[in-house]
C-alpha cells in the first residue's frame, strides 16, 4: 500500500500541522501554495508504474485489526445486528447493500447515485460501461455482462472509460457477492484483486488525466467521480474483510482519501442547480473544497443529518461516527 508522508512540504518548512489529502492539503489550498509530498505521494506521475503499490487483498495487510469502519453504525434496519464485524455475520453484506445495490435503480431513475451521477457526459472515443444501467437498471446485473466487463484491459482504455468500467465492476462484485442464497459460490479473492488493480489504475491518473475541455460542473463532476469511486472500492474491500475476518483492512488509508463534502453538489441535476448549492454566482467559482474521510465525519460529529439527500456523505458519517 503507498505510503503517505505526515506532512507536505510547504507545511514541514513551516512547521505547521499538515491534513494529508489531495490534490492539496488544507492549508496548501487555504493559501494556493504548490502541495508537494517527498515521501511516496497517493498523487504520483501518471504512466508505466515501474513499481506498482501493493494493494493485493491479503487478510494480514490491515492497520487496525479488531476494528471495524461499520462497527459504529448505529442508523441501520432493524434486523441488522450491532456485532457487524462479528466473522461470518451477514450483517456486514446489509451495509453494503445500501451503497451499492441502489445503484442501477437510481440511474435507471435518472437520480445521482452514490458513486455515479447520471448527468456526468462521456467524450465520443469513450465507451461507458455503466450506460446499461441507465437503460436496464437492475436488470442488468447478471453473469454475462459481469464476466464481460471482466475481460477489459483497464490500462489501455481512456480514463473517462476506466472510471465507468471501475463503477460497473463495484456495480456487479456487490450484487454477486451479497446476494441472496447465491447458488455458485464467488472467488472473492480473486474479484477482489480485480477491483484492487482496477482502482489502482485509475488512482495515479487521476491528477494528470482530468478532462479539462468541459465546463466548470462537468470538471467537477468527473473529479468527483473519481473521488468517490475510489472510496467505494476500498469500503466494500473492507466490509469483505469485516465479515471473512472481523475487521476492516486499510482503514488508516481510507480515512486520507478525499472528496468534496459541501452538502447538495452531488445532487444537483443541473449546472444551475449546481451553481446554487456552493452559493456561488458562476461555475468557475464553484471550484473545488476537499476533506479527508477523517477530517469530514470528526466535523459532523453530534450534528444533525444536512446531507441534502446524498446517501454517500450520510453512509461516511454514520460509519465512522455512528448516529446518536
Known amino acids: 500500500m503507498s505510503v503517505l508522508r505526515k506532512a507536505c512540504r510547504q507545511c514541514t518548512v513551516s512547521k505547521r500541522k499538515c491534513i494529508v489529502q489531495l490534490p492539496k492539503c488544507s492549508r496548501c489550498t487555504q493559501k494556493g501554495l504548490v502541495c508537494t509530498y517527498d515521501l511516496e505521494p497517493i498523487n504520483a506521475p501518471t504512466g508505466k508504474l515501474e513499481v506498482a503499490p501493493q494493494l493485493s487483498f491479503n487478510p494480514s495487510n490491515c492497520d ?16 441488522v445486528d450491532p456485532a457487524i464485524c ?31 451521477h447520471p448527468k456526468l ?27 464481460n466487463l471482466l475481460h477489459l484491459n483497464i490500462k489501455t482504455v481512456p480514463m473517462e472509460e476506466a472510471l465507468t468500467a471501475v463503477q460497473a465492476l463495484l456495480i456487479y462484485f456487490a450484487n454477486f457477492l451479497f446476494a441472496p442464497n447465491e447458488g455458485e459460490q464467488l472467488d472473492t479473492v480473486q474479484y477482489l484483486n480485480t477491483l484492487f488493480a482496477w482502482a489502482q489504475a485509475l488512482f495515479p491518473s487521476a491528477q494528470n488525466e482530468m478532462p479539462r475541455d468541459q465546463s466548470p460542473w462537468q470538471e467537477w463532476l ?5 473521488r468517490r469511486t475510489i472510496l467505494m472500492s476500498y469500503a466494500i474491500t ?10 476492516c483492512a486499510n482503514w488508516l488509508f481510507v480515512e486520507s482519501l478525499p472528496f468534496d463534502s459541501r452538502a447538495g453538489l452531488w445532487m444537483a441535476e443541473s449546472p444551475q442547480a449546481w451553481i446554487a448549492a456552493a452559493r456561488v454566482r458562476m461555475g468557475e467559482e464553484v471550484g ?37
Do not use: W
Open 64 to 79: 487496525t485489526p479488531g476494528y471495524c469502519v461499520f462497527k459504529t453504525l448505529r442508523l441501520r434496519p432493524d434486523d
Open 86 to 116: 462479528r466473522p461470518g455475520h451477514e450483517d456486514a453484506f446489509e451495509l453494503v447493500r445500501l451503497g451499492f445495490q441502489t445503484v442501477p435503480g437510481m440511474l435507471k431513475a435518472e437520480k445521482p447515485a452514490v458513486f455515479v
Open 121 to 147: 457526459k462521456m467524450r465520443h472515443y469513450s465507451y461507458d460501461h455503466v450506460a446499461i444501467f441507465r437503460e436496464m437498471g437492475n436488470e442488468a446485473v447478471n453473469e454475462r455482462n459481469f464476466k
Open 222 to 226: 468527473f473529479a468527483e467521480s473519481v
Open 238 to 247: 473492507m466490509a469483505t474483510s469485516s465479515f471473512k475476518y472481523g475487521y
Open 288 to 324: 473545488e473544497q476537499l476533506q479527508s474521510y477523517h477530517e469530514y465525519s470528526e466535523s459532523r460529529m453530534g450534528m444533525k443529518d444536512d446531507f441534502h439527500g446524498d446517501i454517500f456523505l450520510k453512509l461516511l458519517v454514520n460509519s465512522h461516527n455512528g448516529v446518536n
